[in-house]
């Protein structure tokens, strides 16, 4: 437990972030999981549409720094990639 009191104030503000931060991570897993799913049963206009919603939220928490550039960009090319797949699929 911090003594000073400026080290208290850094505990209460380092426990609301993290508990804001899992909130918009738990967002974004909500979202990746909807689209798998949209993917799995070939809806592809659903998929589309929360992949959209999801990427927005992915360049939201990279604006408010809870995920790091790198990996926003890593799960929004393969969530790309994956999209891509089924269309080209569909089409045939």
Known sequence: MPIKKAAMKALRQAKKRTLRNAKVREGIAFLRRSVRKALESSNVKDAQETARALVKKIDKAVQ????????ASRLKSRLAKKINAVVKAAKK
């Open 64 to 71: 408010n720094k809870v995920l790091k550039r790198n990996t």
